[in-house]
């Protein structure tokens, strides 16, 4: 199985840095994926980490230690618009004999709703 | 980038009555879809996973005659909740990644399913 922790919630300010951080446990880890989610709408790709060190993109970063079973997103600059809860996924490798889908899977945390306050 | 479409975008009905829910892959093809319910304040929790051209597989406690799932070509795939009561109102999301792509998925705008 798999057990995805990321705080419920943060509070920051415009303009601030901000990280969150996601852990998990899983078996055959296989890439760990950050999405942002605003209230009522499906949940949109912010990044993609499989090996370990930092993936940069623009105002956003995605950090991960696959020995401490850690990752974290962080926000630079942050603006009104970046309020929204962000989403921690693990993908594992698929259970053999199985249908081979179980490759693209992936097991969502709660996500973390982020406010920014001016 | 790739486009995923959901249809309808929201839905009222009836207690008893079935309710169908289109995924689409505008411009890409996907032998695998997902089916994620989201119920308010909590995350995606996948339903069942859509082959095309085979069985669709459930994960556990998702009941597959409640939740029929049809992965008729590689562009569509259908989700019916059949029987609907209101304790299946959600929020229902599909997501597609693309034949061959390994680290992206990409999810339709998601169905608000309110069952009176």
């Known amino acids: 199985g798999q057990n995805i922790d990321q705080p419920t919630e943060m509070t920051a300010t415009e303009g601030a840095i901000v990280q969150i951080n996601c852990t998990y446990q899983?078996?055959?880890?296989?890439?760990l994926f950050w999405y942002q989610q605003h209230a009522g709408e499906a949940p949109t790709f912010l990044s993609y980490?499989?090996?370990?060190g930092l993936e940069e993109k623009g105002r956003f970063s995605s950090f991960l230690s696959r020995s401490k079973g850690y990752s974290y997103l962080l926000l630079k600059e942050l603006q009104m618009k970046d309020s929204a809860s962000y989403l921690c996924a693990v993908r594992s490798f698929p259970v053999p004999g199985g249908s081979g889908a179980g490759s693209y899977q992936l097991t969502f945390g709660k996500g973390t709703k982020l406010s920014v306050i001016p | 980038g790739a486009v995923v479409s959901q249809h309808p975008s929201w839905v009222i009905c009836k207690s008893g009555t079935s309710v169908k829910i289109e995924c689409r892959s505008l411009?890409?093809?996907?032998?695998?879809m997902f089916w994620y319910r989201q119920f308010p304040k909590q995350s995606l929790m996948l339903m069942a996973t859509s082959n095309e051209g085979s069985k669709a597989t459930y994960e556990q406690g998702v009941e597959k005659d409640k939740f029929l799932i049809n992965h008729a070509s590689l562009t569509l795939s259908t989700l019916t909740v059949t029987s609907a009561h209101p304790e299946d109102s959600s929020f229902y999301i599909c997501?597609?990644?693309?034949?061959?792509?390994?680290?992206?998925?990409?999810f339709g705008p998601g169905t608000r399913l309110t069952v009176l």
């Open positions: 899983t078996s055959g880890f296989n890439g």
């Open positions: 980490n499989v090996l370990d």
């Open positions: 411009d890409f093809q996907a032998t695998t």
């Open positions: 997501s597609a990644p693309p034949i061959g792509v390994h680290n992206e998925q990409f």
